[in-house]
């Protein structure tokens, strides 16, 4: 098995057809089957299905892309790690989730050059999810998590961020310094799906259980797509904090929710940076540098009347 093989089977899995791959690998299409079966043969098993409109993955394909995905993204930054490690700086490949906010991390990253260490990022953005299973594999070096980290790893609290509704411009939640869960009450809600911010999915309903609220929720990954769900599931507000409203639903004014889970705690967005215990010790440096030097940073939080814990 060699990476071309590996970029045949993507591009042709990713086409749908071997066909039309061929056309854009500039090959033929028999030499491009004799590839992708000597792939097939040397893994022990059918990664592709053919049928009259081409090709599907079959199960052990599904597999085999999504790590391919990821070895080929690894080459892809070779040149970047080649030419870090020519100024004599270490290469941190460091995990972001959702909703991180730019400023919070240009501001930890300026306090990491300001120290002086010899290190340079190169960011991954993925779910926590995601970032779990990377950290566990050793592609990256550090994850910054909206979930508690496992047992085993070396963690650190780094940021807490107040969670909010992004409301349409036309909605009269609009002239709202804060809301309840109650406002929520008969609206259709978009959120983060679990494991973008897990803290939605599973604590959003037992808080608004626990309040007697019906919301119909709509459970989404965000993306530079997010206004055209909301649009399409005719979404009155999303639940997200505000650097993730800023950036998915561009137009959208953010309220800060005073609310609280089933448990009476504040229903808030911790970030986490997480890292393997036997990784160089500069990660630690590192970590203690993103946080505040008075301990996790908090954004501030609504002004009166409202219940944070």
Do not use: C
């Amino acid at each position: 098995m060699d990476i071309r093989q590996l970029k045949y089977f993507v591009r042709t899995a990713e086409t749908g057809s071997i066909s039309g791959a061929a056309v854009e690998l500039h090959m033929t299409q028999p030499a491009l089957s004799r590839q992708l079966a000597d792939l097939e043969k040397e893994l022990g098993g059918t990664l592709l299905q053919r049928n009259p409109r081409g090709v599907s993955l079959t199960p052990l394909g599904r597999a085999v892309k999504s790590h391919a995905d990821t070895i080929l993204a690894q080459v892809d930054r070779t040149p970047e790690i080649v030419r870090l490690a020519a100024s004599g700086h270490s290469l941190i490949r460091l995990g972001a989730p959702p909703g991180l906010p730019h400023d919070w991390f240009r501001a930890a990253v300026g306090r990491v050059q300001a120290a002086g260490l010899p290190v340079s990022f190169s960011l991954y953005e993925a779910s926590s999810d995601e970032q779990n299973r990377l950290l566990r594999a050793g592609q990256i070096d550090m994850a910054l998590l909206h979930t508690e980290p496992a047992e085993g790893m070396h963690r650190q609290h780094l940021l807490t961020q107040p969670l909010g509704a992004a409301v349409r411009p036309s909605s009269p939640m609009n002239e709202r310094d804060v809301l309840s869960l109650f406002d929520l009450d008969g609206l259709t809600v978009m959120a983060h799906a679990a494991g973008e911010i897990r803290i939605q999915e599973v604590k959003l309903r037992s808080a608004a259980e626990a309040e007697g609220v019906r919301a119909h929720w709509v459970f989404r990954k965000f993306s530079h797509h997010s206004l055209l769900i909301a649009d399409l599931a005719d979404a009155d507000a999303a639940l997200t904090t505000e650097a993730s409203a800023g950036i998915n639903f561009p137009g959208w004014k953010w309220v800060p929710l005073s609310a609280q889970d089933a448990g009476g705690h504040s229903l808030q967005v911790q970030t986490w940076a997480a890292w393997n215990a036997a990784a160089p010790p500069e990660l630690a440096q590192v970590a203690g540098l993103f946080g505040s030097p008075s301990g996790p940073t908090t954004v501030p939080r609504p002004n009166a009347g409202n219940r944070w814990g």
